[in-house]
């Protein structure tokens, strides 16, 4: 049997480790592998190469992915996702595991629909924007990146009594503000799901002011920034206060994964794996109270993402 494996969408860490599994964990059911470069133009392309055990090695701990990655926007033409089909018929490659996010599931999607190539979904993204999962892939990692950098971020702003505006990524979800925010400790935490309202905030951060705090954290997602329409609302409110912006970037999609990546990466692969061996595709792997599951990727899909108020509200007494 062959299947091939890729990249696809905005790099997350983890994404070597899942890489490996899956190369190694083929390689241990005799199954082979070929890697495709630059996520599904490669495999429009033809940029595949036969993968070996020793091929994976040294990866496991980098950030970012040996196969490159790239958004595909021409996958959504049926003639475009011929030729990729096509180009795997050619070598006689019957599986392809995708590590992305949901728009590169929905390109699986259509390959196995259209085409009948069994595709196997990880969740790769830092977003942690899919529903069916507790977690994605990169997520941790990122998280964790976020909060090392609000500790450099608060031995200044506390030196100065400032107050400073983070914006980390997250597309449309809040989940990175909302972890990050706590593990943190931030004082405010602003993400799309729950759009601010600034004469609330301005309320809380007077209220520390004259509970003695000198300065203060607001850790804002991206989608309910921008950052600067955020401390304009803020400083005509409090005009007294000293504020700061610090955009995070892709500073935060970089960087060594966590452990609990490697691990998620480790078992995610091997799922896939065993999913295509067993004959079936048009799947996503998961995981759902550390345990991983998979299921069609139709219905996972279909899951609206749910935002966790009591996290946000815990946040809120926590940092009173
Ligand atoms: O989906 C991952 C992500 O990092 C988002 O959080 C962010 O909005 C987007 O990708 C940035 O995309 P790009 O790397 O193309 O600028």
Redesign the pocket.
């Known amino acids: 049997m062959r299947i091939a494996v890729l990249t696809s ?2 790099d997350a860490p983890g994404m070597n480790a899942a890489i490996r599994a899956v190369v190694r964990y083929a390689g241990y059911r005799d199954i082979e592998v070929f890697g495709v470069e630059r996520g599904y133009i490669g495999l429009v392309n033809d940029d595949m190469k036969m993968m070996s055990k020793r091929s994976v090695s040294g990866i496991v701990q980098r950030g970012g992915t040996m196969l490159m990655t790239a ?1 595909c926007p021409e996958f959504v033409d049926y003639e475009v996702r011929r030729r990729a089909a096509e180009n795997l018929a050619n070598r006689d490659i019957s599986g392809l595991v995708v590590i992305g ?1 949901d728009g590169s599931f929905r390109g699986m999607n259509a390959l196995y629909k259209d085409f009948g190539i069994k595709t196997i979904g990880i969740p790769g ?3 942690n924007d899919l529903a069916y999962t507790d977690y994605t892939l990169g997520f941790d990692t990122a998280v964790n990146t976020v909060v090392n950098n609000v500790n450099n971020l608060r031995d200044t702003m506390s030196s100065h009594e400032r107050v400073v505006v983070v914006e980390v ?3 449309s979800a809040g989940d990175i503000a909302l972890y990050a925010g706590i593990d943190s400790g931030a004082e405010i935490i602003l993400v799309p799901e729950r759009p601010a309202n600034f004469d609330e905030v301005a309320k809380v951060l007077d209220r520390g002011k004259r509970n003695g705090k000198t300065s203060a954290i607001i850790m804002l997602a ?1 989608g309910a920034g921008p950052v600067d329409n955020v401390i304009t609302e803020l400083k005509s409110r409090l005009p007294e206060l000293h504020f700061r912006s610090c955009v995070l970037g ?1 500073i935060q ?1 970089g960087g060594a994964p966590s452990g609990a990546d490697r691990m998620l990466a480790a078992r995610f692969g091997a799922r896939a794996v065993e999913l295509l061996e067993s004959g079936v595709g048009g799947r996503v792997v998961g995981i759902k109270n550390n345990e991983i599951i998979d299921m069609a990727v139709d219905e996972a899909l279909a899951m609206p993402h749910v935002f966790n108020d009591n996290l946000y509200n815990l946040a809120k007494i926590l940092s009173l």
Do not use: A, L, W
Request: cysteine-free.
């Open positions: 969408g905005g958004r996010g993204t830092i977003d990524m997250g597309r991206e892709h999609r």
